[in-house]
């Protein structure tokens, strides 16, 4: 297993087209030995790297479907890694942190990580957490050649002032310019706009974009919102339209 391998991590051959693909990069070779055995044991194919310059030219060039990143590695760290990766990808990433790096934890998220597990980890979790993921990722990733959804299914279209969705294609748009979002960021500013004026809860955004046996902790969505109104602010420095209410949560206004 080298630091710039692209296929199974047991085998020589590229994963199958019917399994999910999950990258590793983590510079402690025991924990991806470990990890790569337990997800190939729950059916997905591995590809595993041991720093961060090697995994970002692979994983531009032959995405997998969902990255998992540690954050303290040699030539490219894992924040690196994933700012270089957020200009061209939206690919889901997890980080794998250690409990003493809470601030690391916080700008991981502002940056774009879809979610991140404090290190030492329980694999169970890690993996629910994977099964997570790709399960909100998989109705984003309709062919766009399908049937157009009907009004009201859950992923027709969704139009709140300046604000236009797309479910079925993962497209979202503020005043017709394009704004690109991450799984979770879309799932969470899916459920607030669908009821404008509405307080959602964390926990109510919480289980809008995570199932009820994964848990996640407030700050997780804090720094989610925080990357949503960022990402708006830089097609509308005047953007406003998620509104925090304090103690209460958060709520979408099209007006």
């Not at 995994?55 to 690196?80: H, S, T, W, Y």
């Not at 991981?108 to 404090?118: K, P």
């Not at 694999?123 to 990733?141: G, H, N, T, V, Y």
Request: no cysteine.
């Amino acid at each position: 297993m080298t630091g710039d391998s692209d296929i199974s991590a047991t085998g020589d051959s590229p994963a199958g087209d019917s399994q999910r693909v999950i990258a590793l990069v983590d510079d402690d070779r025991n924990i991806l030995t470990t990890l790569s055995i337990a997800l190939q044991a729950e059916g997905y194919a591995t590809r595993v790297y041991s720093d961060g310059e090697a995994a970002l030219a692979a994983l531009r060039q032959n995405p997998p479907d969902l990255a998992v990143f540690d954050i303290k590695m040699p030539r490219m760290d894992g924040l690196e890694l994933l700012r270089k990766l957020r200009e061209t990808s939206d690919l889901p990433v997890i980080f794998l942190t250690s409990k003493d790096q809470e601030a690391d934890e916080e700008v991981g998220l502002a940056m774009g990580a879809d979610d991140y597990i404090a290190k030492p980890f329980s694999q169970r979790l890690l993996l629910a957490r994977i099964r997570a993921i790709l399960r909100r990722a998989a109705p984003l990733e309709a062919n766009e050649d399908a049937a157009p959804p009907q009004p009201g299914s859950a992923s027709a279209a969704l139009n709140r002032g300046r604000l236009a969705m797309d479910p079925a294609r993962h497209k979202v748009t503020w005043d017709g310019q394009p704004v690109s979002l991450t799984v979770t960021e879309f799932l969470l500013l899916e459920a607030l706009a669908q009821r404008p004026g509405v307080i959602k809860s964390r926990n109510q955004l919480m289980d809008a974009a995570y199932p009820d046996d994964v848990f996640v902790d407030d700050r997780t969505v804090d720094s989610h919102i925080k990357r949503l109104r960022r990402k708006f602010r830089s097609v509308d420095p005047e953007f406003g339209a998620i509104e925090t209410l304090y103690g209460a949560g958060y709520s979408f206004s099209d007006g």
